[in-house]
């Protein structure tokens, strides 16, 4: 069964980067479409960015648009997060997720916001921003 595993994560100041990965076990339909998502303390746990296969984003939330790039690494097992011109509201522990089937772009992108459409999670990781 598929396993994914952050890292990346860490302490920065405002206005600086991080760049966020997720190994996956391996590459398969069920894997197709991934997300990145966080958890603040005292919040629920929100959807940040996802992805579909090879054909790309499908989905960023509204307030990370423009600052965070999720992409796809060439040997298929890597999800990466790039996050630029972090602020103090971008503290959080980030998770990576396999969504559930059925498996599409529409559904990769247009159900990205439920946690309850993924079905396999990484352990997390802490970025901190202050």
């Known amino acids: 069964h598929v396993q994914l595993v952050e890292s990346g994560g860490g302490s920065v100041q405002p206005g600086g980067s991080l760049r966020l990965s997720c190994a996956v076990s391996?590459?398969?339909?069920?894997?197709?479409?991934m997300g990145w998502f966080r958890q603040a303390p005292g919040k629920e746990r929100e959807a940040v960015a996802t992805l579909y296969a090879t054909v790309g984003p499908a989905y960023y939330a509204d307030s990370i648009k423009g600052r965070f790039t999720i992409s796809r690494g060439s040997d298929l097992n890597t999800v990466t997060l790039q996050m630029n011109n972090l602020g103090p509201e971008d503290t959080a522990t980030y998770y990576c997720?396999?969504?559930?089937?059925?498996?599409?772009?529409?559904?990769?992108?247009?159900?990205?916001?439920?946690?309850?459409?993924?079905?396999?999670w990484g352990q997390g990781t802490q970025v901190t921003v202050s």
């Open positions: 391996k590459y398969t339909i069920g894997t197709y479409c």
């Open positions: 997720a396999a969504m559930t089937p059925p498996f599409s772009y529409a559904r990769c992108k247009g159900d990205a916001e439920n946690p309850a459409n993924f079905r396999v």
